[in-house]
Every structure is written in structure tokens, then in C-alpha cells.
């Protein structure tokens, strides 16, 4: 694989786009994006000088490699549907598809078979970073699929990383993901419900966050959202819907493995019911306004 590879995109909100933004300037050749919102793929494809097509073929057609940064479970099937001419399958004969969405283990075996079967090959590339990241190319990613197929895809992510790994095979990554997101949605609920007990307390929350980051209550969470849940400034690099859904694939497998997990299980239920409140798009330094005292209570 060179930077003459040709690169498409289907899903470019905020983390699809930023890495599409990261290969053009690596020099590969980003040739269509596909996003469900046509005026943010119309806007990026006017930026990088390249496609915004109508339907996910139309970017498998113009592309050797096809990343896709989607939402969930229900679109990853729909933009993976057999029997669709629409759909990537239709285009997915000798391209390599690197799926790095947020997804049940499931799915990412699921659409690997499909893609095989229809030529194709499919690697699993799950971050854990933001979006600042996928910008500078200093992604966290964890990779699942065929070993060949990781080595042939291994140029394109070192690209768009700083740490990348190879976990095993299809789905392997995703539950890795799923426990990362996991203990992430647990600490941040844990240091909005200490902030919030400190606030209450009338404690100066500044200081507080210094002790914090100097004791056992350090976290990388206190590092990213402590002062934003402070200030309540929660503008969204990994929003609280996300994080829900994060949550619940890992419940998901828990309940598989037949484990309990109270503390995910509360955390969960703290994050459902930020979204039942329509805060699901405020980043998941948003579960503070269900702790401190006079917000959202």
C-alpha cells in the first residue's frame, strides 16, 4: 500500500473527517466520501478536492481502501446489506474495508464474512482517541482481522496512529474497546460524582483537582474532563449517547460471560439518563450536570 493508494470514506462527522483531513496531507489520495448528512460530506469533499457521492458503492467503486466511521450496529448492517446496490458489497471485489467504529464484536465477524464473500477483505480498526487525534494522526488503534490483512492495512493506520496494535482475530478488538470505553464511562462518572460532592461541600474545585491529580484519584478522565465539568463547558469530542452505547456492548458481553457489573450497570444507567433528558449530544463530561447540586439534579 503507497500514498497512491486510493482512500474513501463512508461516515465523516467529526472523527471520519479529521482522519480523512490526516491522509490528505500524508498524501494519499482521498477520492469520495459518503455521509448520511449530504451538506457536511459535500463540505468536506469541497475541502479535499475530491468526491461526495450519493451511496456507499459509489465510494467502494472510486477506492482501493474504504474506511468506515459510522454510528452503530444498524448502520454498519445497512451500509454492509446484502443485496443492496447501494450498499458497499455491491463495489467490495479486491477492495480492503477498515471499519472503525464503536461496534458489537458481532457485527465486525458478521461483516467480515460478508466481505469475503463478496472479494473483499475487512479489518476491524477500533480508536481509542478523539478527535484532536485523528487530526494529528496520533490515534490509539486496535486492530482484528487476518494477520495478512493487518500487514497490508499496516502503512495506511501507522498514517493516522502513534500506537497501533494488533489484537486477534474479527470481533477481538471490539470487546477490547468495549472494556476501554467501559472503565473511561465508569472513572467519568466517578470523578462527576466527587466534583459534584466537593461542590456541594464548598470546596474550591480547583484546588481539589489539583489534589486529585496528585493522589490515587488520578485518572487520564481528570486530565480531559475534570475542568470541563467545572466550568460546564461539555463542547463534544465523545458525546453522551456514545457513551451509552459504549456502556451497553459492554454489558452486553458481560451478561454473555454471565458476570455482574454494578458499577458499569449504574454508570450506564447515569448516561441513559443524561440522553432521556436530551443531553445526549453534550460531550460525557456532561454526566456532571446529574451531580452537582442546582444543575440538572
Do not use: W
Amino acid at each position: 500500500m503507497t500514498s497512491q493508494t486510493r482512500v474513501g470514506f463512508v461516515g465523516v462527522g467529526r472523527m471520519g473527517a479529521n482522519m480523512a483531513r490526516r491522509l490528505k496531507d500524508r498524501g494519499y489520495r482521498v477520492t469520495s466520501v459518503y455521509d448520511r448528512e449530504r451538506e457536511a460530506a459535500k463540505a468536506l469533499a469541497a475541502e479535499l478536492g475530491c468526491d461526495a457521492t450519493g451511496n456507499p458503492a459509489r465510494v467502494a467503486e472510486q477506492s482501493d481502501v474504504v474506511l468506515t466511521v459510522v454510528t452503530d450496529d444498524a448502520a454498519m448492517r445497512e451500509i454492509f446489506s446484502e443485496g443492496s446496490p447501494d450498499s458497499l458489497l455491491a463495489r467490495a471485489t479486491g477492495r480492503l474495508f477498515i471499519n472503525c467504529a464503536t461496534v458489537t464484536p458481532d457485527v465486525h465477524v458478521e461483516v467480515e464474512r460478508l466481505v469475503e464473500h463478496h472479494g473483499g477483505a475487512s479489518l476491524e480498526a477500533c480508536m481509542a482517541s478523539s478527535i484532536t487525534q485523528a487530526r494529528q494522526g496520533t490515534l490509539y488503534l486496535m486492530c482484528g482481522g487476518k494477520p495478512k490483512i493487518f500487514e497490508r492495512a499496516r502503512p495506511l493506520l501507522e498514517a493516522l496512529s502513534a500506537s497501533l496494535r494488533y489484537v486477534g482475530r474479527a470481533g477481538e478488538a471490539a470487546k477490547v474497546k468495549a472494556l476501554v470505553n467501559m472503565v473511561m464511562n465508569c472513572n467519568t462518572a466517578a470523578l462527576a460524582e466527587g466534583l459534584g460532592l466537593g461542590s456541594a461541600l464548598g470546596l474550591d474545585l480547583t484546588m481539589l483537582r489539583e489534589v486529585f491529580s496528585q493522589t490515587g484519584a488520578a485518572s487520564r478522565v481528570l486530565e480531559t474532563d475534570g475542568e470541563d465539568m467545572q466550568l460546564r463547558a461539555h463542547d463534544c469530542y465523545f458525546s453522551a449517547a456514545h457513551a451509552a452505547k459504549d456502556s451497553g456492548i459492554a454489558l452486553a458481553l458481560a451478561q454473555s460471560a454471565e458476570l455482574r457489573l454494578p458499577l458499569a450497570q449504574a454508570t450506564f444507567d447515569q448516561y441513559r439518563r443524561l440522553v432521556a433528558a436530551g443531553k445526549g449530544d453534550l460531550d460525557k463530561s456532561g454526566i456532571a450536570e446529574l451531580t452537582f447540586k442546582g444543575r440538572m439534579g
